[in-house]
């Protein structure tokens, strides 16, 4: 018991020692550390880096086990991996750091921010996602009438950025009548995937990855194949109007749901996009319906401050 008393006394005087010793250069140390962890992470946020990270998280991991395990296959094996480590990261992260290092080329020193902006997030974001589901509803039903062509991706956690830089920022307020411009087939944009952030028209034309999944029906085309191969590298909704038939489908968690009505679309993406929003006491409320008792509750309680202040 005197033992442990005094080592747990030897340690408390150590940790005494280091505080006492810790000067401005050791605070400037940890926040210039801190600075470089935190831009890191925030550039491989918008990535399918982060993805790669916990593979290599658990390589460390189990070199661990086997080190205290005294594994010694394992160790020897884990070892070998981890000596190529470097050369590893280099090629698998190549243009994550080629892109960081021309971010820092553009950059000026007052661009840069130690804890960067947060962005004001959205009190609506509810009712953005409703008004967002109603406007794909209604493109979706305009464009399938029409046999026009679209490949819509709507980001959940899984940041995007690679897919957004191959094509063009647009960065625009949802509407059904620039969602069938993108798409009309004299348009520019029109081939490529439109991806949405933030309930928002964030980049059209951009090229998404093709499955490589065998059993896919040849029926299918490429809209239906980049659906899919997006679905399996992240966690988006993918919606796909058909441009033989018309037919709409969703893609998601690497599954191709065809054939869909607009009806159906509506169910679909409110579970996916708003899982939250539930039914009403007085039954099933339309979409469309809820933003419109939104924006009538807002101008009522806009009324009646303005009515206060009188």
């Given at each position: 018991?005197?033992?442990?008393?005094?080592?747990?006394?030897?340690?408390?005087?150590?940790?005494?020692?280091?505080?006492?010793?810790f000067?401005?250069?050791?605070?400037?140390?940890?926040?210039?550390?801190?600075?470089i962890?935190?831009?890191?992470?925030?550039?491989?946020r918008?990535?399918?880096?982060?993805q790669?990270?916990?593979?290599?998280?658990?390589?460390?991991?189990?070199?661990?086990?086997?080190?205290?395990?005294?594994?010694?296959?394992?160790?020897?094996?884990?070892?070998?991996?981890?000596?190529?480590?470097?050369?590893?990261?280099?090629?698998?992260?190549?243009?994550?750091?080629?892109?960081?290092?021309?971010?820092?080329?553009?950059?000026?020193i007052?661009?840069?921010?130690?804890?960067?902006?947060?962005?004001?997030?959205?009190?609506?974001?509810?009712?953005?996602?409703?008004?967002?589901?109603?406007?794909?509803?209604?493109?979706?039903?305009?464009?399938?009438?029409?046999?026009?062509?679209?490949?819509?991706?709507?980001?959940?956690?899984?940041?995007?950025?690679?897919?957004?830089?191959s094509?063009?920022?647009?960065?625009?307020?949802?509407?059904?009548?620039?969602?069938?411009?993108?798409?009309?087939?004299?348009?520019?944009?029109?081939?490529?995937?439109?991806?949405?952030?933030?309930?928002?028209?964030?980049?059209?034309?951009?090229?998404?990855?093709?499955?490589?999944?065998?059993?896919?029906?040849?029926?299918?085309?490429?809209?239906?194949?980049?659906?899919?191969?997006?679905?399996?590298?992240?966690?988006?909704?993918?919606?796909?109007?058909?441009?033989?038939?018309?037919?709409?489908?969703?893609?998601?968690?690497?599954?191709l749901?065809?054939?869909?009505?607009?009806?159906?679309?509506?169910?679909?993406?409110?579970?996916?996009?708003?899982?939250?929003?539930?039914?009403?006491?007085?039954?099933?409320?339309?979409?469309?319906?809820?933003?419109?008792?939104?924006?009538?509750?807002?101008?009522?309680?806009?009324?009646?401050?303005?009515a206060?202040?009188?």
């Open positions: 018991m005197s033992e442990l008393i005094s080592a747990l006394f030897t340690h408390i005087q150590n940790v005494g020692k280091i505080i006492s010793d000067g401005i250069v050791d605070f400037l140390d940890v926040v210039v550390i801190a600075f962890v935190y831009h890191a992470i925030k550039l491989i918008e990535t399918r880096a982060m790669l990270i916990r593979s290599i998280l658990v390589i460390f991991v189990v070199y661990f086990i086997a080190n205290e395990l005294n594994m010694i296959s394992l160790k020897f094996l884990m070892k070998n991996v981890l000596d190529i480590g470097l050369i590893t990261i280099v090629v698998l992260f190549q243009p994550e750091l080629r892109r960081a290092l021309e971010t820092l080329g553009r950059s000026k007052t661009d840069i921010g130690v804890f960067g902006a947060t962005g004001a997030a959205h009190d609506d974001a509810a009712a953005s996602t409703a008004e967002l589901i109603e406007v794909l509803a209604k493109s979706c039903e305009a464009l399938s009438a029409k046999k026009t062509g679209a490949l819509m991706v709507i980001e959940r956690e899984i940041k995007l950025g690679e897919v957004i830089n094509g063009t920022i647009i960065d625009s307020k949802a509407s059904p009548e620039l969602i069938e411009n993108i798409f009309f087939t004299n348009s520019p944009l029109h081939d490529g995937a439109m991806v949405i952030r933030s309930a928002r028209l964030h980049a059209a034309g951009c090229f998404l990855p093709l499955s490589g999944n065998m059993e896919i029906g040849r029926e299918l085309g490429t809209r239906h194949r980049a659906a899919l191969g997006m679905s399996e590298v992240s966690d988006a909704v993918v919606v796909v109007v058909s441009e033989e038939t018309g037919a709409i489908s969703v893609a998601l968690d690497s599954r749901q065809r054939n869909l009505s607009v009806q159906n679309l509506r169910k679909l993406l409110s579970a996916k996009l708003n899982p939250d929003k539930g039914e009403s006491a007085g039954g099933k409320i339309h979409l469309w319906e809820q933003v419109k008792q939104l924006k009538r509750h807002k101008k009522k309680k806009a009324e009646d401050e303005e206060d202040g009188r």
